[in-house]
């Protein structure tokens, strides 16, 4: 039985260095920026070295869809992340309303579904010696696992060379309650706060004096009401097929950015962190997959020239 179990707060989203090529990763409003059908995966392992250190799966496909007069988007996300003996997974659909603002486009977006949270309580380490007792009461056995509903916003402008977007994530917060996976008794309960967390990016498409190049500034910002953090990037593309380039979280991390676009719709992405408060380094691997998508309308009178 679990007794006098602490509430623990926690922020549940992982950082994605690649954060600029896949804005759909953590705002709904930035879904079917393009004509395209799009899918995103991110692979990122934090901490390098380090036992449980944080990793991040993030899978993203989004597409446009013809709604009468309009073209709208819609998209799925999955997630799953470990940090510790904390796993969190993520399944999610998207949609994003689009309409012409300002001689810009403006998308509003919603994101809905289920985060599940999992604790793996044998994996708890307890020191022997005096002070320490191996059946304390308040310690779980086995697996921990909560799940809730979630939800999420964000709108996404774009204007020419330049966009903007904001979006909250687990809007709704709320209680996760973590139940032993065999146990049905209220009081067997761990649980946790979902945090909201903010983000504000936008960016810039910079055309240089050789037209083979273009210059990509962007930032990051976001915050879950108690920390912040910020990504202060820049992309330099050659000749739309290649790029680098170097992303920067002030106090934390410098990161240097390569990837490819293939002709057939392939692209593939990589990026190293290296830490400037410890000895080590994060990998992050994006591969990206376009194809047109025909969201013309269709006109349903047919002429024949034909006489029977």
């Known amino acids: 039985m679990l007794t006098n179990l602490p509430q623990l707060m926690a922020q549940f989203d992982g950082q994605l260095t690649q954060y600029m090529l896949n804005a ?12 395209d059908m799009n899918v995103h995966l991110h692979f990122r392992e934090q901490w390098t070295g380090f036992e449980n250190a944080p990793s991040t799966f993030n899978l993203q496909a989004n597409m446009p869809v013809r709604m009468g007069e309009k073209v709208n988007g819609i998209g799925l996300l999955m997630v799953n992340e470990s940090i510790g ?17 300002w001689q810009g486009t403006l998308s509003a977006g919603v994101q809905g579904g289920l985060l599940q949270q999992n604790f793996d309580a044998s994996g708890i380490y307890i020191p022997s010696g005096d002070g320490f007792s191996q059946s304390d009461a308040s310690i779980p056995d086995g697996d921990l696992e909560g799940m809730i509903p979630d939800v999420s916003l964000g709108l996404w402008y774009t204007r020419g ?17 973590l139940n032993p996976e065999e146990s049905t008794e209220e009081e067997d309960v761990a649980t946790m706060r979902v945090s909201q967390t903010i983000y504000f990016t936008g960016g810039y498409n910079i055309s240089l004096k050789n037209p083979l190049f273009t210059l990509q500034p962007s930032f990051l910002l976001k915050s879950d009401f108690v920390a912040w953090q910020a990504d202060l990037a820049a992309i330099l593309h050659y000749n739309k097929q290649f790029w680098g380039g170097v992303d920067w979280r002030p106090g934390s991390d410098l990161g240097f950015l390569v990837g490819m676009n293939f002709e057939f719709g392939l692209s593939i992405g990589y990026s190293f962190d290296v830490s400037m408060q410890q000895a080590t380094g994060s990998h992050e691997v994006m591969i990206g997959y376009r194809k047109k998508i025909d969201t ?3 006109n349903k009178q047919q002429k024949s020239i034909r006489l029977l």
């Open 296 to 298: 013309s309308k269709i």
């Open 161 to 177: 060379p330049w966009y903007a977007g904001l979006s909250c994530s687990h809007l709704i917060g709320g209680k996760l309650k």
């Open 24 to 35: 759909a990763a953590f705002n709904p409003g930035g879904i079917a920026l393009n004509s």
């Open 85 to 101: 003996l904390f796993k969190t997974q993520w399944f999610q659909a998207q949609y994003a309303h689009k309409f012409k603002l």
